[in-house]
């Protein structure tokens, strides 16, 4: 069987070339509605120009750069374990996913739009129903018939607890905990799976890594918001956010990529 598909490559590609070609045009005609000062509190002053936080915004491009690798990666079946390519589309989906993260969170911090601030907050709930449903999945030794129903679940549900518009301490939007109860489960259940290990074993060294990035990520998102702040920098504790968060997701996808089966324990 060969050992290299380009395909998983291809579609990330491909989703990076439309979805940044459609933000550029989405600014430049004013898609997305007028500046509300949405995201305006992550400390980066607004410019002159299209572009109205730039390091926020190209920052971004760290999402588009993890999520290209993880195609990269998809496509060597040979170094994907034992697990992951049954589920090829999956792979494929999420590294898809992955780019779409940035364009969309940068649609928010070069506009400061309503309509960009919605895309931004989607794509959290995107990834966050990918990894949770995929765990799930495993966990339920289920097939991708559930992880779909459980991923439109979950994000359905995060859209609805962001309906409230109320402020919500420490994470400001209900949708930003909703966000976090998903990744939170998917921690939990994969640190259950590597537990219960009877027929496939994960490296959970590098769950580690990416649960160390996104919480170090975290830390530096609520420090920079004002305490740390200068907002005329290019150098954003926010921009470091998004790199970190994009390390974080191509570090989960190596722990998929590390399942294998293991051999039953004789009795």
Known sequence: MPTRSLRPLACAALTAVVSIGLLVIAIRAGWLGPDVGRGANFCEAARDGWVKQPANSFSNLGFVVAGLVIGWHAGRVDRLGDVLPAHAPLA??????????????????????????????????????????YALMRWYRQGRVLFLQLFLLFVAACELAGLYDGQVPVVDFAGNIAFAALLLTAVIVEVRL?????????DLWWGAGALAAILVAFAIWNVTK??????????????????????????????????????????
């Open 92 to 133: 494929t989906a999420y590294g898809c996913v992955v780019v779409f993260l940035g364009p969309a969170s940068a649609a928010m911090h070069a506009t400061q739009s309503e309509r960009g601030g919605d895309l931004d907050l989607l794509s959290m709930y995107l990834v966050a129903a990918f990894a949770a449903a």
């Open 194 to 202: 590597w537990r219960r290990a009877d027929r496939t074993r994960t």
């Open 226 to 267: 004002s305490w740390w702040c200068d907002p005329h920098s290019l150098l954003q504790g926010h921009a470091a956010w998004h790199l970190l968060d994009a390390a974080s997701a191509y570090l989960l996808f190596r722990l998929w990529a590390s399942e294998r089966s293991v051999e039953p324990v004789a009795r």
